[in-house]
């Protein structure tokens, strides 16, 4: 396919900074573009495609370390069991 536009002056210096031609920079900005973006198990309203055994891994996985305040989850759990 043979496309004919007029390149901005700052694309042209993006490609001379490339070390590339203006169609070879932009071939491969289409190309990045074309590839379709990494995503996430994770969606806005909750897991995406997980089993419930994925997502309990997932969560048991990023539950460990987590402090507040230098005070452990579970420690803080213990503490309101005293009162």
Request: aromatic fraction near 4%; hydrophobic fraction near 40%.
């Amino acid at each position: 396919m043979t496309i004919t536009v007029t390149v901005p002056d700052a694309l042209a210096e993006q490609a001379h900074a490339a070390g590339l031609s203006v169609e070879a920079y932009v071939e491969q900005l289409l190309a990045e573009k074309a590839q379709p973006a990494e995503t996430s198990k994770w969606t806005r309203f909750g897991p995406g495609p997980l089993t419930p055994e994925e997502a309990v891994a997932d969560l048991r996985e990023a539950r460990k370390g987590v402090t507040l305040g230098g005070l452990k989850i579970k420690d803080l759990i213990n503490e309101g069991r005293k009162y």
